[in-house]
C-alpha cells in the first residue's frame, strides 16, 4: 500500500488492487513493512478495514438503487408489482 503514483504500489487505501476491478487485498501482504512482533494483530486490523471498506461500498450501492427506484416509480417509467398484480385483479373483476 502506498502513493497511487508509486509504481511500487500494488493496493490503494481502500485495499482494492490498481488496474483492476472487483479486488481487494486483505492481508499482511499490503504492508510496506512488516513489524518485527507478531503479526496476527495487524493482520485483524486490516480485515476489520477491508470488512469496514466493502460494507460502505454496498451501503452507497444500496442507497443509489433505492433512489434509482423511486425516482422511476414517480416517473411512472416503472410500476411496482403491487400496482401491477391490483391492476390486473380488478381488470379480472371487470369482465
Known sequence: MGKVSDKKTVV????????????RVADN????????ANTNAPAILIGEKAADFIRDFWFQQYQVYCLLISYLLGTGLLQSSYTRSHQA?????LT
Open 12 to 23: 490503494d487505501s481502500q485495499l482494492r488492487v490498481l488496474n483492476t476491478i472487483g479486488l
Open 29 to 36: 501482504s499490503i504492508q510496506p513493512v512488516i513489524v518485527n
Open 89 to 93: 385483479v380488478n381488470s379480472s373483476r
